[in-house]
Each structure stands twice: as C-alpha cells, then as structure tokens.
C-alpha cells in the first residue's frame, strides 16, 4: 500500500491540502496552518507535500501512521455546506410563509414544522424532501446551474430511477428558482411531526429504487388523478388521498399504503 494507511486507505488524493492529520500512536496532530517548527517546514505545506523523511516530531512515528482528524477542504465537507445554504434558504422562505399567511389557514396541519429532509447532490441538482405543515414536495434546487430563469408554472418531467416525475417550476425570493414534486397536499392525515419524516426519508430511498418504476411511469394517470385532486373540494381531499404511512413510497408524486396508483 502506498500513501499512509489512516488516511482513506491511502488515497491521498482525497486528502484536500487543507487536511489536518494526527499520529495515531501519540496523537500529535500536524495542522497545515501551522506548519512544523521542529522540521522548519512552512505554514501552508499540505501533509502530502511534506518531505519523504519527515516524521512525527513528538515520537518520530513515520507519515504513513497518521490519520485525517478533519479535512475542512473535502469534497463531503464542502458538499454538506453547499446542501446546507441551500435548504436554509429554502426552510426560510417557507417559515416566513407559514409564519405571515399560512398559519390561521384551515387546512394547516399545526403538529408539522418547515422542515428539509434527506437533501443530497444528484446529478447536478440538490434534491430532497420538504415539510411544511401544508404540503409535502421532493423538492430540486439548483447546484451549479442557474435557475432564476424558470417561469413559474412551467412544468417538466424528469426521470428518476424509479420512474418520470412532473415538477413544477416556481421562485422564491430567498431560494431562487426551484422545482417541485407534490407528495402530499393537505397534510392533514399525518398525526405528528415523526410520522411526517419518515414518510419523507422513505420517498428518498424509494426514487432511487428500480423496483417502483413499474408503479410510477404511468404518467397519464398520474396527471389525471393530480387534476382530479385539484378539483376536488378540500373537505374531499382525505378520500382522495390515503392516509400516509411509513412504508409509503412515491409513485409520481402519490404516496399510498400498496404503491398501486
């Protein structure tokens, strides 16, 4: 094995320069920012780039036995920040809704919060779950791209690998441009806000499972049940939809108990 066995089992080139590691035989830990004063080695020198004959300067344990205490420069870490701006700002916007003119709304489910859930990066978009005491959507933002052109309404199908969903385009002043898949719409049925997530965690698994695609690619049907959703009165709703559950899944934006549209 080559590069130093804590460190990702040696690829060092998941190590981001930034990387602060730590001898796992004395834990002396080497911090880039600091350099290392014994060696004189400069501030700024990535554990990488460090000379083949450098050593631990407390116990002389070589390179290879220090593993990585944190990586502020890592793909993940950098991810999860990027995923957590982006959900705060959308969890704002929806609080500030649910705060000024949703909350003496009938239909408003008050054991439910705003809340993001399972958002990750999926080719070229964050994606995940949001709860509002309203609704529930598999929600896509942008990751690199930019969405602040989308027309509101606009709608569009994307393929998924358990099957074609429709999203619909819409902005939000502190979100930007986004898309959104109706799960649930009102949430009235949910008896607690821990029912709510794990409805929410088990569409993330589902979407990506190809099992429900036989399920979800009826997309005719799917839109004629949406519209006749729509058209229904709202004390008419609970009938239309069935009551949610934890081993419910997605089928085109319809949570059911059998996953039979």
């Not at 439910?112 to 896509?140: D, H, Q, T």
């Not at 989308?150 to 385009?169: N, Q, R």
Request: negative net charge; hydrophobic residues 40%.
């Amino acid at each position: 094995m080559t590069g130093f066995e804590g460190s990702f089992l040696g690829a060092t080139d998941k190590i981001s320069p930034l990387a602060v590691m730590e001898c796992k035989i004395c834990w002396t830990p080497y911090d880039p920012a600091d350099g290392d004063d014994y060696r004189q080695i400069e501030t700024g020198t990535p554990f990488a780039d460090l000379p083949d004959d450098w050593s631990c300067p407390n116990c002389g344990a070589p390179p290879e036995q220090f593993m990585v205490l944190e990586d502020p420069g890592s793909e993940a870490t950098n991810d999860a920040a990027t995923i957590a701006e982006a959900t705060g700002r959308l969890v704002a916007d929806f609080n500030e809704i649910w705060h000024s003119t949703m909350r003496d709304v009938p239909i408003v489910n008050k054991a439910l919060r705003v809340e993001a859930i399972g958002f990750k990066k999926y080719e070229g978009v964050i994606m995940g779950v949001l709860i509002s005491p309203w609704f529930m959507n598999l929600i896509l933002l942008p990751d690199d791209s930019d969405w602040s052109g989308l027309t509101i309404g606009d709608k569009e199908v994307i393929a998924f690998p358990s099957g074609e969903y429709e999203f619909i385009h819409n902005r939000r002043e502190m979100t930007g441009g986004y898309k959104a898949c109706s799960l649930f719409s009102p949430m009235g049925d949910f008896t607690s806000h821990k029912d709510a997530t794990d409805v929410a965690r088990a569409v993330m698994e589902a979407i990506f499972d190809p099992a429900h695609r036989a399920q979800s690619d009826r997309a005719a049907d799917i839109r004629a049940r949406r519209e006749a959703e729509l058209a229904a009165p709202v004390d008419a709703l609970a009938a239309v939809n069935p009551a949610p559950n934890r081993r419910a899944v997605i089928t085109g934006g319809i949570a059911t108990e059998d996953g039979v549209i």
